[in-house]
Structures are given as structure tokens and as C-alpha cells.
């Protein structure tokens, strides 16, 4: 198990900033962000994949937001410029440490491949 603990979130205007931090209490093979609206499904945000530093993103967010990871405190972090109103959501870092399901790729975007998960922080981007 890996133990993930989130800061960053917060309120802020439509084009503003805003970095969220994930940190874990050991290495992982790969760190994601997930976001979930009111009403809506959780959806993949964002990972990266620590052995080769593969990162790779939802379209909705391709351009905004930058994942980046330091392999010494195991911490990922999410770099979100140009926020948006449906950018609104609770953000969950997620960890996929061995074992876990499903054979090793270059990048996991499905919730069922991390089976470590934060408990969430809220970013509400105002219009």
C-alpha cells in the first residue's frame, strides 16, 4: 500500500493557476491525476510513469496542465494554467504500485490500473 496525501487545491478565477502536490509514502510505478465534477464520473486527468518519465494527458487538458514528478521525495505534482469553470472538480492523485492489475504499459489512464488513492482536493475555478 502507498499512502498519498494532496495539497494545493483552492478557488481561483477563470486563466488563473494553480499547482497541486501528491505525495507518496513510498515509490510507485506510476502517479496519475483524476478529477470528479458533481454528478459526473471520475475522470483521467493526467500521469506519468516513473521508470521511463513518460507523462501523458487528457485532451480536455492537453496545453494546460503539466504533471511532473521528483523521483527523491516521491512526490508528483500538477502544474494547471489557464484554468476553466469546468475545470471545477475534486482532483485525486492515484499510485499504481506491484502488484497490480494488468500487465505493464507506457502509461495507465484507466482507474482500475491504480489501486492506491489520495483523498481528494477541491479546486473550484470561478468565471
Known amino acids: 500500500q502507498v499512502q498519498l496525501v494532496e495539497s494545493g487545491g483552492g478557488l481561483v478565477q477563470a486563466e488563473g493557476s494553480l499547482r497541486l502536490s501528491c505525495a507518496a509514502s513510498?515509490?510507485?510505478?506510476?502517479m496519475g491525476w483524476f478529477r470528479q465534477a458533481p454528478g459526473k464520473e471520475r475522470e483521467f486527468v493526467a500521469t506519468?510513469?516513473?521508470?521511463?518519465?513518460?507523462?501523458y494527458y487528457a485532451d480536455s487538458v492537453k496545453g494546460r496542465f503539466t504533471i511532473s514528478g521528483d523521483n527523491a521525495k516521491n512526490t508528483v505534482y500538477l502544474q494547471m494554467n489557464s484554468l476553466k469553470p469546468e475545470d471545477t472538480a475534486v482532483y485525486y492523485c492515484?499510485?499504481?504500485?506491484?502488484?497490480?492489475?494488468?500487465?505493464?504499459?507506457?502509461?495507465?489512464?484507466?482507474?482500475?490500473?491504480?489501486?492506491?488513492w489520495g483523498q481528494g482536493t477541491q479546486v473550484t475555478v470561478s468565471s
Open positions: 513510498r515509490r510507485a510505478d506510476a
Open positions: 506519468i510513469t516513473w521508470s521511463s518519465g513518460v507523462t
Open positions: 492515484a499510485a499504481r504500485s506491484s502488484p497490480a492489475y494488468g500487465s505493464p504499459k507506457n502509461f495507465y489512464t484507466k482507474k482500475y490500473e491504480y489501486n492506491n
